[in-house]
């Protein structure tokens, strides 16, 4: 005679759930599921009759790039590989150095000279369109994108200046100067705008410090060299702002360039005489040479 998990397990295959089988064996709902672990065999289950459905396994297919294609037949060989490479890097070292098997030097100054030939140019514009299409890439949006970084200002994410406030004594009351006017101190501050009215897109780190708060903008610099090989997507007063940035960001890199050159001066020349020091270093400079010079 079978046993009473032996006739369960039937039931359970034709579909009985573990509380029906229970009161048809006169078990526990427990017994059922101990006999469902230790007793019943693990072959595959009717998922059908239980109700139990697989979800089909979605298999994702990467969409390999399309390579540029060169339709102009006005270029040469070697124009044709500049114009492909060109739309990879857009370098246009790089893109000529690879198109010409030349070096670094040759490609540098000949690069930006292929960039300015009529035809390399047009069909390098018409490859930029194509590809932009390809990729359904709205390009105004990334242009856009560029412009937010490159036009930046830090006033929009802070504020900073200067204040005066009380001078108070150890009793908590207001210093009193020789004329009893109240004496006032001067102090920089900083202060963040909130987070609702700022771009956040632009911002790349912000982070407390023993120093105070550092905010961290996008690369600057970056999108004003992407912007310079996009100013056909410009209007003029966009090409008016990019011009303006360029000219500070090199005014700004000239002014860094002269003040490291000036401290990197030999201490005590003729072209220092301690002009560019602080009073701390100028101090310990004049020691060193009384060291120097001592007998």
């Known amino acids: 005679m079978a046993e009473k998990y032996e006739l369960a397990e039937k039931d359970y295959r034709a579909g009985m759930k573990y509380k029906d089988i229970a009161a048809k064996y006169d078990v526990s709902l427990n ?9 019943w065999s693990n072959k595959d289950e009717d998922t059908t009759k239980k109700g139990v459905h697989t979800k089909p396994k979605r298999v994702h ?4 790039p399309k390579e540029p294609v060169v339709e102009s037949d006005e270029l040469t060989d070697k124009q044709r590989l500049f ?3 060109y739309i990879k890097y857009f370098n246009a070292t790089k893109a000529y150095q690879r198109a010409y098997e030349c070096a670094y030097t040759t490609a540098m100054t000949n690069g930006h000279g292929l960039l300015r030939n009529t035809k390399v140019s047009k ?27 490159a036009f930046a200002d830090i006033t929009d ?11 108070y004594n150890e009793q908590g009351e207001p210093e009193l100067d020789a004329n009893s006017n109240v004496k006032m101190q001067a102090f920089n501050y ?5 987070s609702s009215e700022i771009d956040g897109t632009i911002v790349t780190e912000v982070k407390q410090g023993r120093d105070g708060i550092t905010v961290k903008l996008a690369d600057k610099m970056k999108a004003l060299e992407m912007l310079a090989k996009y100013t056909d997507l410009l ?7 990019l011009k303006a940035e360029q000219i500070k960001y090199d005014n700004e890199s000239k002014r ?5 050159q000036k401290k990197d001066m030999v201490v005590g020349s003729e072209e220092n005489k301690y002009a560019y020091m602080t009073a701390e270093e100028r101090k310990a400079a004049i020691e060193r040479l009384k060291g120097m010079t001592a007998k």
Do not use: P
């Open 256 to 260: 860094v360039g002269i003040a490291q």
């Open 61 to 64: 297919t990467k969409k390999e």
């Open 83 to 85: 114009c492909i490479y």
């Open 190 to 194: 900083v202060h963040l705008n909130d």
């Open 31 to 39: 017994t059922v599921k101990s006999w469902k672990q230790r007793k």
């Open 157 to 167: 994410y802070l504020k900073f200046g200067r204040e005066e406030e009380i001078l």
């Open 123 to 149: 069909e390098i514009d018409r490859m930029k369109a194509e590809h932009a299409t390809e990729l359904k890439l709205d390009v105004r949006d990334i242009i856009q994108k560029y412009i937010d970084i």
């Open 235 to 241: 209007n003029d007063n966009e090409l008016k702002q």
